[in-house]
């Protein structure tokens, strides 16, 4: 049952990339955050439940934990200034900031991330079969 729980996690890391990453998009043309400042894109940052050196020393059968979110962390992207003075959220010159997101990188990002969860989804579902294949040959015997 390790196979489906550890695609579960992958799938659950996915889904909440994809969030990120939507959001991301969402906000291309955000001018300030709640808290008044111009919006920065956000990264998850993600990686295995179990300490993958532990994992690599051990001679013993590892155990397997699957993937977690270590958590969201801006980028070091840029902003981006347009010249419109008419925006209330112009400065004194003009000059509104937007954040300086890449669209197409963000849905490259996007593409990758909706592979991994096919990929995932894919692999619960052949362990799903495994274990029920399994499970009608333990009945027959």
């Known amino acids: 049952m390790k196979a489906e729980a550890i695609s579960r996690s992958a799938l659950d890391v996915e889904w909440q990339r ?20 111009p919006f920065r894109p956000m990264r998850l940052v ?10 690599l020393q051990s001679t013993a059968h590892p ?10 962390e801006p980028t070091a992207g840029n902003v981006r200034r347009a010249y419109e003075p008419s925006h209330p959220h112009a400065d004194a010159d003009g000059f509104v900031t937007y954040p300086d997101i890449d669209r197409a990188g963000e849905m ?18 052949l362990a799903h ?13």
């Open 18 to 37: 994809l969030q990120v990453i939507a959001s991301n998009l969402a906000n291309a043309g955000t001018t300030r955050t709640a808290e008044g400042t």
């Open 46 to 55: 993600s990686g295995p439940r179990t300490n993958f050196s532990k994992l």
């Open 129 to 141: 079969q495994m274990y029920a294949k399994a499970l009608e040959l333990g009945r027959q015997s």
């Open 63 to 72: 155990a397997v934990g699957g993937v977690e979110v270590y958590g969201i």
């Open 108 to 125: 490259v990002e996007m593409i990758k991330a909706s592979r991994a969860y096919e990929a995932n989804l894919v692999a619960l579902n």
